[in-house]
Every structure is written in structure tokens, then in C-alpha cells.
């Protein structure tokens, strides 16, 4: 069954660019209330200048406990509600784990993993409180199959992967949905970061999903209340073939997926 968005609130993590912007126009399209967060304001307010009809924006940094605690109060306190809560916010760094320091894997953690904990925690007593609710958590791919060079970032993706299941469990029965959605390789400002010569987005130009077409998965998740959705079509047979065989496909996995 679909559900209509129209002015339900929906707060996005990471909304400053990327999939998030995105996403955050395309829910304004539906009706929807978004509301924008990321630490950087200037890009938030440029966000917003592109976006009609009812919106809000909020500076918030999602290893900032207290930060993310009083920001979901402060939406909660103007809308008198909190109806999506889309966890978004996240980077990676392809570095092999032989030149890896303990703090890469410790502030990627901290951003792509914790921080998705922190704003759960912040927003489900209200959704509780209300009776319903969605969580809607962006993993990765990489949080089923990990990759070489990418041993932090494949970890936090699963790391939101086993969070997800554990929490969609608990609340069975709450009102509340906990959702995943898995994109492969997507044409964002992700890249400037994680693969800064090109070399990884060079070998797989041929795969890259457009921004739009992640964002309105995400819509499609929130609207159809669906559990999980895995994408492009592709990586989602590969994961469903790599796990019925591991054993027989771990060495052509490693040879396609060898990239970075």
C-alpha cells in the first residue's frame, strides 16, 4: 500500500549535497515537510533557497550528541511531530588497511555508524510517543559485500546494516518501520573524498547511478513503507548470488570487484 507524504516531516541528515539535497527537493515535490540538517550552513541555506512550500533548516553535526538531541527536540517542538527520520549523513575514504590509522576507522565509525545510533535514539521516543514512525537508514552495497581498500567504510555500512535488522525486530508491533536502502556507486561530491584522483570512478563510469535515481528510491522506501531495497538491479542479484555461493564465487567477486 502507498502512502501519501504530503506534510509529513521528514528530517534528513547530511541534506547539504549529495543524495540528501536530492532527495530533500523531491520530497518538497510530494508535499512533504523537509527538514534539513548538516554541519555546513552555508550549504544548507543554498539548499533551501532552491526549495517551494513549508521546509526547515538546522545546523547539526551528527557526532554532536547534545547537538542532535536538542535539534530533534527543536523540530519536534515546531511541527508538534516527527514523522520520517532520514539517516543519510555519512563519507568514505578508500585507503588500504596496511596505511590505515586507528583514527580512520574511528571517526568513519563515528559518523557513519554512530551517528545513525545517535539520531535513532533522539528521534524514536517521539515516535513512539505518536504511535508511528519511519527510520529510514542509507547502508551501502559495500555493507553486504566488502572491497578491497574500503575495509572502514564497508564496516560501517555494516555495522547500519545489523542495526537496522536488530531495531526493526524490536519494534515490530510499535508503529514504527526501521528501512534500508543499499545503493552502489552514485554520481555525488562523495567521491571528491573518498576517490580524489578518479581512479575508482574511472573503472566503473559504466555502473554509476544518477543522484535522482537513488533519491527517488528513497521516496519509493517511504512511500511503499518497504523494509529494504537494494540498488542498482545488478549489485542487488550479486549480493543475492555471492550469499547463496560464497564459496564458489569469492575469488570472481574479488576479480569484478577489485576496482578501487
Known amino acids: 500500500m502507498k502512502i501519501s507524504l504530503k506534510d509529513r516531516v521528514v528530517l534528513i541528515t547530511g541534506a547539504s549535497s549529495g543524495i540528501g539535497a536530492v532527495t530533500a527537493k523531491l520530497l518538497a515535490q510530494k508535499g512533504a515537510i523537509p527538514v ?21 533548516v538546522f545546523e547539526m553535526d551528527v557526532t554532536d550528541e547534545q547537538q542532535v538531541i ?13 514523522d520520517i527520520l532520514l539517516n543519510n549523513a555519512g563519507y ?18 563515528d559518523v557513519n555508524y554512530m ?22 537508514n542509507v547502508a551501502s552495497i559495500a555493507g553486504k559485500i566488502g572491497t578491497a581498500r574500503s575495509t ?8 547500519v546494516l545489523g542495526f537496522t535488522d536488530a531495531l526493526r525486530q524490536e519494534l515490530r508491533g510499535s508503529g ?7 545503493p552502489g556507486p552514485i554520481d555525488t561530491p562523495f567521491f571528491q573524498r573518498a576517490d580524489p584522483e578518479g581512479t575508482y570512478l574511472r573503472k566503473i563510469t559504466w555502473m554509476i547511478m544518477p543522484a535522482d535515481k537513488v533519491a527517488r528510491a ?18 542487488s542479484a550479486g549480493v543475492r548470488i555471492r550469499r547463496t555461493f560464497p564459496r564458489w564465487t569469492e575469488s570472481l567477486a574479488a576479480r569484478l570487484l577489485d576496482k578501487k
Open 70 to 82: 536538542d535539534t530533534v527536540a527543536r523540530v519536534h517542538e515546531r511541527y508538534g511531530k516527527l
Open 176 to 182: 514504527v518501520l526501521v528501512s534500508a536502502v543499499n
Open 152 to 159: 572502514s567504510y564497508s564496516a560501517t555500512k555494516h555495522a
Open 36 to 56: 534539513l540538517t548538516a554541519r555546513s550552513s552555508d550549504k544548507l541555506q543554498q539548499l533551501s533557497a532552491e526549495i517551494t512550500g513549508e521546509h526547515a
Open 115 to 136: 551517528g545513525v545510533v545517535r539520531c535513532s535514539k533522539a528521534a524514536l521516543p517521539y515516535m513512539l510517543e505518536a504511535g508511528q514512525g519511519h527510520i529510514v
Open 218 to 235: 528513497i521516496v519509493t522506501v517511504m512511500e511503499r513503507r518497504l523494509s529494504e531495497k537494494d540498488l542498482p538491479w545488478l549489485a
Open 92 to 109: 568514505g575514504e578508500f585507503v588500504p588497511f596496511a596505511d590505515a590509522s586507528l583514527e580512520h576507522f574511528e571517526q568513519m565509525m
